[in-house]
């Protein structure tokens, strides 16, 4: 697992994309789940950062690993952050609110993690790799890389986080 902590700022993002990429690439991963992969990432880390304050002692947490035919990447800051239900619907004015729908679009699963003891929380998603592996993690078959405190996404139609 590969861990990075950055200012709590947007322009982290940039860092860690291309640490991710360059992780993934080099693992072998194909490029359209590396692309996938950049976009969720960008998109965690934008709303860690304008919705969620610093983790203790500033900054924020981006992780990522490839294991169980995926590719997981978390963002962790420092709380409370943003209401991680789906929008019911997004006017087209509007300059935000759909990123959260273009994660649960390219991702097999993702949700938040259980708030620690200093209000950390962190958000997660999961990138199904092609193949054997990836079929087999779709049918539930390898859900040992999942940490106890993580919450999984329980009503997919209404975008609710359990």
Known sequence: MTSVLVPHALSSAGQVRH??????????????????????????MGNAVRHGSPLPGGGVRASWWVAGGAVHVEVCDGGPGLDHALPQSVPGSAEGGRGLPIVDLLTSSWGTTAPSPTG???VYAELALPGERAQRLSRGGDASWRPESWSRRTEVGAGLLA
């Not at 360059?22 to 965690?44: F, K």
Request: proline fraction near 3%; charge should be negative; avoid cysteine.
């Open 120 to 122: 950390a929380v962190g």
């Open 19 to 44: 640490a991710l990429v360059a992780e993934l690439r080099g693992a072998g991963v194909p490029e359209d789940v590396v692309d996938d992969a950049v976009l969720v990432m960008s998109e965690l």
